[in-house]
């Protein structure tokens, strides 16, 4: 069947909103029923797949960060919900973590290239160490803000991805 070309159009401007709103979407396809093995964190119901892009080389550790939907927490020291660690994959490094329920969270990457447990920064206080966050906000003029990097985890099994950025 032909349509005529407003409706043409009208339909073509849904189906690129639609793709639009989804590509905005850091999640992928619903993923496996169970957690894949080696996924950090306290164990629940829900995990979320975490892939780094443009790791630098295999040395140390990616340490994947959980925050809660707290501004206030973000970034702090002591306020992330977890720690979790993965050997460090030259281009991608892959991992899992439990977050405790579906919900909104935030996940912040460093490269522990040194794999000392913490990040680096350099003397007069920048980023040493490779990092990134959810959402893949700008971060050239400081840390993204808080609402940038909030990510929707709505059910188990879900993947982000994350490209890390290195000083």
Known sequence: MILPRRVRAAVLALATLSLGSAAAQPLAA?????????CTGPASDTWLN????????????????????????????RGSLYVGRVDATTGTTRGCIFV???????IAL?????????????????????????NNPATLAGLPQFRSVRLGVAKPGLTTRITMKYP
């Open 50 to 77: 975490v892939v780094a892009e443009n790791v630098r080389n295999s040395n140390g550790v990616i340490a994947i960060t959980l925050y809660a939907d707290n501004p206030s927490k973000f970034l702090v020291k």
């Open 30 to 38: 619903e993923g496996p029923a169970r957690p894949p093995a080696g």
């Open 110 to 134: 460093y490269h522990d290239e040194n794999s000392d447990g913490k990040f680096d920064r350099t003397g007069i206080g920048l980023p040493a160490e490779g990092y990134g966050f959810s």
């Open 100 to 106: 405790p329920k579906p919900g909104v969270y935030v």
